[in-house]
Structures are given as structure tokens and as C-alpha cells.
Nanobody, 120 residues
Framework: QVQLVESGGGLVQTGGSLRLSCAAT????????MTWYRQPPGKQREFVAN???????NYADFLKGRFTISRDNAKSTVSLQMNSLSPEDTAVYYC??????????????WGQGTQVTVSS
């Protein structure tokens, strides 16, 4: 069974940094796009950044260069380096990935979410 396991969330002060990681586990053939989303308290889930298997990246405009997404194809992991954090970045962060599983085809999988809280 394919799963996405996230780690690295926590509590940080304004201006601090955190690094989130997400690992795909289980049996699968390949991973296409890997994406980070977030859901602030009381708001809808929003796109943060994504990265393709050849390391092309896209970022949400509101990030203003503060976050960096990266991936390790050999380890089936994606990371999100978050710098200059502000209370507005407080949210549950979710990892998703487009994964091809033999005999099942390609589907989008989601992690369980990891809480990031930025104190003022």
C-alpha cells in the first residue's frame, strides 16, 4: 500500500525556519509531480509549491521566495525548506504525489498533514 509520510512540522518563532519532509513508501513504479499544500485555520487548502520528476518547480505567488521545494528521486522524498516564517504561515501542511502503481495505474496520494505553528 502506497503511503506518504510527512515529518518536520512544529512550533517556531516569527522569522524562524522549518524543513518539512515527505516520503513515499510502499510498492510503486514511479512518481510524477510532488506537491505541498497548506490549510490555514478556518481557511481552504491552498497550493504552496510543486516539483516534477525532472526538478522543475512552481511556487505560489504569496511565498515571495521564502520557501524552497526539492526532491530526491532515489529516496522518493520531497522537502520544503521554509524561511522567514510569519504567523500567516501557520497551517497544516500536506504533501501529495502523483504515483503510478503497477496494475492500478496513476493516482494522487496524500499525506496525513503536519502542523506548522509560527508564534508572533
Amino acid at each position: 500500500q502506497v503511503q506518504l509520510v510527512e515529518s518536520g512540522g512544529g512550533l517556531v518563532q516569527t522569522g524562524g525556519s522549518l524543513r518539512l519532509s515527505c516520503a513515499a513508501t510502499g510498492r510503486f513504479y514511479n512518481i510524477n509531480v510532488m506537491t505541498w499544500y497548506r490549510q490555514p485555520p478556518g481557511k481552504q487548502r491552498e497550493f504552496v509549491a510543486n516539483i516534477t520528476s525532472d526538478h522543475s518547480t512552481n511556487y505560489a505567488d504569496f511565498l515571495k521566495g521564502r520557501f524552497t521545494i526539492s526532491r530526491d528521486n532515489a529516496k522518493s522524498t520531497v522537502s520544503l525548506q521554509m524561511n522567514s516564517l510569519s504567523p500567516e504561515d501557520t497551517a497544516v501542511y500536506y504533501c501529495s504525489a502523483n504515483i503510478f502503481v503497477l496494475d492500478e495505474g496513476r493516482s494522487t496520494y496524500w499525506g496525513q498533514g503536519t502542523q506548522v505553528t509560527v508564534s508572533s
